[in-house]
T-cell receptor
Framework: DQQVKQNSPSLSVQEGRISILNCDYT??????FLWYKKYPAEGPTFLIS?????DKNEDGRFTVFLNKSAKHLSLHIVPSQPGDSAVYFCAAISNSGYALNFGKGTSLLVTP | ETGVTQTPRHLVMGMTNKKSLKCEQH?????MYWYKQSAKKPLELMFVYSLEERVENNSVPSRFSPECPNSSHLFLHLHTLQPEDSALYLC????????????FGPGTRLTVT
């Protein structure tokens, strides 16, 4: 049973534009949400996180938005760069557990 | 070395072999994890160690045996594996104490023949 869903397997964006990656979750007990970036043959790299008590967190070009009522979060990358091309995973965890629940990922391609 | 390292990066083993995967974290974290990533599937948590004690075992077959001798090192001992165990095995660590982000190693690509 997939508790974290990324319904878009791929996304293509032009360099300089905004990339918006979406994620939905079903478990209202999740307290913390994270985004990871993964290149082929490497482990996921932690990008940015947000606590369930917040609705926005920003770090440089990356901003994560959380809409708890809709059980939806999104990652905005502005401006997008070719080096951002990778697979992006959304993950969620409750503060009583240890397991990160991952989505299946969205492959982002930023074209020059 | 910084971050989380894993050795070997690639491993091919027969079903009757015994091998071990090694993970080391240089971040001073309290918790360490083993994940399995199979093709076209989300990451699956296998084991969690917090302060060197196993706190989670996600119904993993006994042919996988973890060991955490100290807070910086984590091993996954493998024996009599099946071809369907071929996957990318990822190690991760996290600070603990209310911080949930996990930092991953590069993974070991395991092929069971």
């Amino acid at each position: 049973d997939q508790q974290v869903k990324q319904n878009s397997p791929s996304l293509s964006v032009q360099e300089g534009r905004i990339s918006i990656l979406n994620c939905d979750y079903t478990n209202s007990m999740f307290d913390y949400f994270l985004w990871y970036k993964k290149y082929p043959a490497e482990g996921p790299t932690f990008l940015i996180s947000i606590s369930s008590i917040k609705d926005k967190n920003e770090d440089g070009r990356f901003t994560v938005f959380l809409n708890k009522s809709a059980k939806h979060l999104s990652l905005h990358i502005v401006p997008s760069q070719p080096g951002d091309s990778a697979v992006y995973f959304c993950a969620a965890i409750s503060n009583s557990g240890y397991a990160l629940n991952f989505g299946k990922g969205t492959s982002l391609l930023v074209t020059p | 070395e910084t971050g989380v390292t894993q050795t070997p990066r690639h491993l091919v083993m027969g079903m009757t072999n015994k091998k071990s995967l090694k993970c080391e974290q240089h971040l001073g974290h309290n918790a360490m994890y083993w994940y399995k990533q199979s093709a076209k599937k989300p990451l699956e948590l296998m084991f969690v160690y917090s302060l060197e004690e196993r706190v989670e075992n996600n119904s993993v077959p006994s042919r996988f045996s973890p060991e955490c001798p100290n807070s910086s090192h984590l091993f996954l001992h493998l024996h009599t594996l099946q071809p369907e165990d071929s996957a990318l095995y990822l190690c991760a660590s996290s600070p603990g104490q209310g911080r949930y982000e996990q930092y991953f190693g590069p993974g070991t690509r395991l092929t069971v023949t």
